[in-house]
């Protein structure tokens, strides 16, 4: 595994993931359930002992890009919900200490992964790795709901990734009115659960729910203007949701 380092217990458990585990490995997951997220991480191979956030801990992010820096800042950001302090965030690829999170994007596992997909080393640090942006941000959403249960996360090595390309929500603006406040509000869920489709119905016959520049009158109470519609985009970006609009003519006209 070029460029993965890996705890022993880890890679241990890695190779005999990919090389087609038996029943020992299936009973040993049995005996030791998964941690508690939601999705289910897909495949989880139990450790011995438990990882404790440290009081000086990091995060560290490899290789040392905008996009790694961004999620690892963006991640600090969202923990701090949960942990209610920051953590420092740096690109290092070594120097571990105990309690410390790890970002690392590689193209090791991308075959096993996919787009969305990413493994999960909990060991004497937390380490997310990725081929994508994408893996490493759901891998950083699994890590919030772990540290939302407990301060410590049992050890092991997990591999996740999505069964179904598209998961998402369909909001009907065209005959309900919702706020931008709302509308953020909801794809910050979204993301939490790994979610990564927001289909929003913006017209229909009952209402026209997006303003418009050439004609301004079509606009219904309440509609979302083009800042709205910004905001909404450069949240579902950075939470890796697509927003797919539907705009139709009025009464389905033909």
């Known amino acids: 595994m070029r460029g993965v380092r890996f705890a022993g217990l880890a890679a241990a458990m890695l190779l005999t993931s990919l090389a087609g585990a038996g029943g020992s490995v299936a009973a040993a997951s049995a005996v ?3 941690p508690l997220t939601v999705p289910a991480i897909e495949q989880w191979y139990h450790g011995s002992g438990k990882w404790q956030l440290g ?7 490899w290789p040392k890009r905008a ?3 961004m999620l690892g800042r963006q991640l600090s950001a969202d923990l701090r919900h949960v942990i209610h302090r920051s953590l420092p965030v740096a690109a290092r690829r070594d120097g571990y ?4 999170v790890i970002l690392h994007r590689s193209n090791d596992l991308s075959r096993r992964l996919g787009d969305e997909g990413y493994a999960l080393e909990v060991s004497r640090f937390v380490r997310v790795t990725a081929p994508t942006s994408a893996g490493l941000f759901y891998g950083g959403r699994s890590l919030i709901q772990l540290l939302h249960q407990a301060a410590s996360i049992p050890r ?4 996740d990734s999505p069964r179904y390309p598209e998961r998402g929500l369909m909001v009907d603006a065209s005959r309900t009115t919702y706020t931008t406040k709302w509308m953020l509000r909801e794809i910050r869920r979204l993301a939490a659960l790994k979610l990564n489709v927001l289909h929003l119905h913006l017209t229909d016959d009952q209402r026209w729910g997006i303003e418009s520049r050439s004609f301004p009158a079509l606009a219904s109470k309440g509609a979302f203007s083009r800042a709205d519609i910004a905001r909404i985009l450069r949240l579902a970006h950075r939470d890796h949701v697509t927003v797919i609009p539907e705009i139709e003519m ?5």
């Open 32 to 34: 030791h359930p998964r």
């Open 67 to 69: 996009g790694t820096l």
């Open 55 to 61: 009081p000086n801990a990091r995060i560290l992010v």
């Open 156 to 159: 092991g090595f997990g591999l």
């Open 97 to 100: 200490r105990a309690g410390d």
């Open 250 to 254: 009025p009464g389905h006209l033909a």
